[in-house]
């Protein structure tokens, strides 16, 4: 039986969650080939320290939870070499059970909503082009297609850039 949006619940991010958001992450990583060698964040030493991470002034992670796993998350935190007024959207990660509830929706608004409240102006994000569920869904929220990457990511091989202004 396919679970319900109501099985899930959003929360943010504790030290205990480390370990079962890194898997989460290895998991959907290899599900669509983003693997670490190719330069995919992956390979960041954060998917283990989500919590750590995220513990810094502007930024903040949630996770889903499901019957006591954690099955997906994602987060926000101040764009890397950027001027200060962006905030990125990062580590966005879903299983399969999660999937289709709006719970990636949900997280992408509560971090505009926390970066607008942290005073960033702007949200930008990078993802592939094999995350097809994903770009549609920031389409929707308003997100654009940029050319150039943004600031100092470390994720050069994420060939779809967006962004969107916080109004």
Known sequence: ?????????????TPAD?????????????????????GFAVGDASVDAM???YAIPGAAYWVVEHEGRIVG???VAPLAGGDGSVAELQKMYFLPVCRGQGLGYKIVLMAQEFAKDHGFKQCYLETTAAL????????RLGFK???E???????????VRM?????
Do not use: W
């Not at 990457?149 to 060939?159: I, K, L």
């Open 73 to 75: 998350g994602g987060g």
């Open 149 to 159: 990457p943004m600031g100092d990511t470390g994720h050069q091989v994420c060939e």
């Open 51 to 53: 919590y750590e991470t």
């Open 132 to 139: 097809k569920e994903a770009i549609a869904l920031y389409e």
């Open 18 to 38: 480390n370990a079962q958001m890194g898997e989460v992450i290895r998991q959907v990583s290899a599900e669509y080939g983003l693997t670490p060698e190719r």
């Open 145 to 147: 297609l940029l050319t």
């Open 1 to 13: 039986m396919t679970p319900n949006a109501s099985q899930f619940s959003l929360r943010p991010v």
């Open 163 to 167: 962004i969107k202004a916080l109004d």
